[in-house]
């Protein structure tokens, strides 16, 4: 794997690096429901030394119904200051699952216009597998200034998906499980209906990762994205169950080299629940 600060780098890379003044460490951990795990109290128990917790769902806009949404640029900025964490800095995002919510932290930040942002490859699991240090006490902080450009691009409502879907001019990949997106399975959350986006790919990200959570290579990811059916000339829009895992696809182009991509944020808690756009069934056509 090439370590490269802008998107995913090694434990090898980070263990070099962890000293380094102007880095900043972020464990980005976050659980479905039903996963029985507390990522606040298990940074609070062992993380990376100097790591900050990094808070999807507090950081997130509150005024939407939608779970985690993007937050509006004014907190971003207030609660990245308040962490330490702004102009000049060097992020490294992980997450206790080894690739799970990381990359949705990685891709807030690219949204908020901050490219000098990287995934921990394998993440937390891989660190502590390979008997690196960790610690319990929160880090020292100091208030540091943040400027963000949000890039309006990045993200994509529900209106916009509609109309992607309709004129099939985007490619619109869906990182669910098989099961989910065929509509075999039911959906974590109540309520919403089974399926998918009228003529979406699916490509679950877990098929991006090795066993070891770390991320296939660029020529491998591409392999998995042609075998979905997913046509790479077109712009793409990632989808998942709540806008988590659809970073991970957004991960992914952008290590393959493709920059045309932006992610659905309301996902399919959204789509699912929004009685006025129809639902797929089966697998993608």
Not at 105 to 115: A, D, E, Q, S, Y
Request: proline share 7%; charged share 25%; net charge negative.
């Amino acid at each position: 794997m090439q370590d490269d600060p802008t998107t995913l780098v090694s434990t090898d890379w980070l263990a070099a690096h962890l000293k380094d003044p102007d880095l900043r460490v972020l464990d980005g951990s976050m659980y479905l429901p039903g996963a029985g795990r507390d990522a606040v109290a298990e940074y609070d128990a062992a993380h990376i030394p100097g790591a900050r917790f990094f808070d999807i769902d507090e950081i997130s806009n509150h005024r939407s119904s939608l779970p985690h949404m993007a937050p509006p640029a004014e907190k971003f900025m207030s609660r990245l200051r308040a962490m330490g964490v702004g102009d000049g800095h060097q992020v490294v995002v992980y997450d206790g699952a080894g690739l799970f919510s990381a990359a949705r932290v990685w891709w807030m930040f690219r949204l908020m216009g901050k490219t000098d942002v990287a995934v921990l490859d394998g993440g937390f699991p891989k660190w502590v597998a390979e008997g690196r240090p960790v610690e319990d006490m929160p880090p020292m902080i100091r208030d540091r200034h943040m400027t963000v450009r949000v890039q309006n691009q990045l993200v994509r409502d529900v209106t916009q998906v509609s109309q992607a879907s309709k004129l099939g001019d985007h490619e619109i990949i869906d990182a669910r499980s098989a099961e989910r997106f065929r509509g075999d399975a039911p959906e974590p959350r109540e309520g919403l209906r089974a399926g998918h986006i009228p003529g979406s790919k699916n490509v679950p990200y877990g098929s991006l990762l090795d066993g070891d959570g770390t991320m296939k290579s660029a020529d491998e990811m591409r392999a998995i994205f042609k075998a979905a059916g997913v046509d790479l000339s077109k712009p793409a829009i990632t989808s998942c169950g709540s806008g988590v895992t659809a970073a991970i696809l957004c991960l992914a182009l952008e290590r393959m080299g493709k920059t045309d991509y932006a992610l659905y944020d309301g996902s399919w808690t959204e789509w699912g629940a929004f009685p006025t756009v129809p639902v797929e069934t089966g697998p993608a056509t």
